[in-house]
């Protein structure tokens, strides 16, 4: 079992910045790949951006490219997503999940097996 839980969001204007965490524990964190997806009301959970587990590799959806940057600190089992110019539409809930090593990071939600608990995110405009 791998518990995840994640800190950082709140209530931001449009164009502000906010830096989440996801602390890992149970697990070697450098076994797994980790991944932060998003979910706004009435959608489905979308991908936001992944990294792998030596940070060697991420990838980002379209969406958050150029704005958004993951990283991982594995002395502290933790992955951060820092997100400037925040947009109205980046408001959801967001999650933190693992995952299994891959020669690709995974976007999809069906490749990782354990979450967060979630943390809202919400950008007035």
């Known amino acids: 079992q791998v518990q995840l839980v994640e800190s950082g969001g709140g209530l931001v204007q449009a164009g502000g910045s906010l830096r989440l965490s996801c602390v890992a524990s149970g697990r070697t964190f450098t076994n797994y790949d980790m991944g932060w997806f998003r979910q706004a009301l009435g959608k489905e959970r979308e991908f936001v951006a992944g990294?792998?587990?030596?940070?060697?590799?991420?990838s980002y959806a379209d969406s958050v490219k150029g704005r958004f940057t993951i990283s991982r600190d594995n002395a502290k089992n933790t992955v951060y997503l820092q997100m400037n110019s925040l947009k109205p539409e980046d408001t959801a809930v967001y999650y933190c999940?693992?995952?299994?090593?891959?020669?690709?990071?995974?976007?999809?939600?069906?490749?990782?097996?354990?979450w967060g608990q979630g943390t809202q995110v919400t950008v007035s405009s």
């Open positions: 999940a693992v995952g299994p090593r891959r020669f690709r990071v995974a976007t999809t939600p069906s490749a990782y097996d354990y």
């Open positions: 990294v792998n587990w030596s940070s060697s590799s991420t």
